[in-house]
């Protein structure tokens, strides 16, 4: 099993540095993480002997003047991660190195959103990705929306699945024969961004992800947020919305009910009398200038706006990442977006960074061996936190 030779807090600093930052000198990490150069070095002489960290080559064709003398970097081939995300009807997967590189994908259609046929279309993808890879899968992250209990790996509520209480993780691992750690799927996507993205350098972000629903996940004061009973930032369903709109959790008033993908294409789908328009559909009528589908936009624009407001107010990012299917259909309700983030946003909060990750359904996989590489990265191995229970 893969787990990196080192514990000690400072040992784990220095690793997590050179993974998120490197190449870097040892005084750049010595000047980062407060260590002296000599411990500094003392932290990397295990992880340069098993292999986990390597000495670059000096760049020559660099300016020479304060140049870092061979620069330590991630060995990224010393791991091999599968990265698993589930949806109602697909499921993706991406095999990647210990760099969140992708090295490979795969995607196959779920015979059914019951769980068994999801572990079946998990266990496929695992199998084609193994073919691609010579060495052998040190872990599998699997990235669910809903409640998930990543601790005891079970998911808890997952209403885009219809899922209740399902044992994922174990029911994945018994299949594989290899550790899986099971995460809420924007939380994954949060430990990507604090990893390798956006939020790499921020004390605090959130990452709000709009499409088939609203989510978020939050990383404060150097952790990224869990929440006491597994539920933190759900702010899709704050309700801010209108009263009598029902949203997919069965609840009224949610921002889901007015900002998610099926709430646009349920708007139009009205207004035009026409309930065989696809989201396709909308989106292309939105873009000609189709007056109900830019309606409908800017009615979600205004929504997790105020989401967003309610957001930073509560908890003060300084960075909130917006991510996930729908931005690509950003510009049709930014405007509105913005206009009720400025309109609500209290004092200094307003100065909260709005950046955009457009991304797919490869990086929520890929937000799902993040959450492996985590683990590998905070010196524990990958071991099923379900067996940890049992035993
Ligand atoms: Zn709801």
């Excluded at 019951?114 to 990705?129: C, H, N, R």
């Amino acid at each position: 099993m893969t787990s990196i030779p080192v514990s000690s807090p400072a040992s784990l600093a220095v690793f997590r540095r050179i993974l998120t930052h490197g190449p870097l000198g040892r005084v750049d990490i010595s000047r980062a993480t407060g260590l002296s150069q000599a411990a500094v070095t003392k932290a990397v002489t295990p992880l340069l002997s098993a292999g986990f960290v390597v000495e670059t080559d000096i760049d020559r064709a660099a300016p020479s003047i304060g140049r870092p003398v061979n620069p330590l970097a991630i060995a990224a081939h010393r791991a091999h991660i599968v990265g698993i995300k589930v949806t109602a009807d697909r499921t993706y997967g991406v095999l990647t190195d210990l760099g969140a590189n992708v090295l490979a994908r795969a995607e196959r259609a779920n015979a059914s959103p019951a769980v068994e046929d999801v572990v079946a279309a998990a266990v496929d993808i695992l199998s084609s990705l193994r073919t691609s890879s010579e060495a052998a899968i040190d872990g599998v992250g699997a990235a669910v929306s809903g409640d998930v209990d990543r601790t005891r790996g079970i998911v808890r509520d997952s209403p885009l699945l219809g899922w209740r209480d399902v044992p994922l993780a174990a029911q994945l691992e018994a299949e594989m024969g290899i550790p899986v750690i099971l995460e809420n799927d924007v939380r994954a996507l949060t430990v990507t961004q604090l990893f390798f993205g956006a939020g790499r350098d921020a004390d605090s972000f959130a990452v709000v992800t709009v499409g088939t629903g609203v989510g978020c996940g939050l990383y404060l004061n150097g952790k990224v947020v869990q929440g006491s009973h597994g539920v933190a930032g759900e702010i899709g369903h704050l309700p801010l919305g209108p009263a009598h709109a029902r949203c997919s959790c069965g609840r009224l008033g949610c921002v889901e009910a007015v900002a998610s993908t099926a709430a646009i294409v349920n708007s139009v789908r009205k207004d035009k009398k026409d309930p065989t328009l696809e989201a396709s559909d909308v989106f292309a009528l939105a873009h000609a200038g189709d007056a109900s589908a830019h309606k409908a936009f800017e009615r979600a624009g205004g929504m997790i706006g105020l989401a967003l407001a309610t957001l930073v107010n509560l908890v003060g990012p300084s960075t909130v990442i917006i991510a996930g299917e729908n931005v690509t259909e950003y510009e049709l309700y930014e405007k509105h977006l913005r206009a009720t983030f400025a309109e609500h946003a209290f004092g200094t909060a307003s100065e909260c960074e709005i950046v955009l990750r457009p991304h797919n359904f490869d990086d929520w996989a890929r937000g799902a061996a993040a959450c492996v590489i985590e683990t590998i990265a905070s010196g524990g191995s990958v071991t099923s936190p379900v067996k940890q229970h049992l035993n």
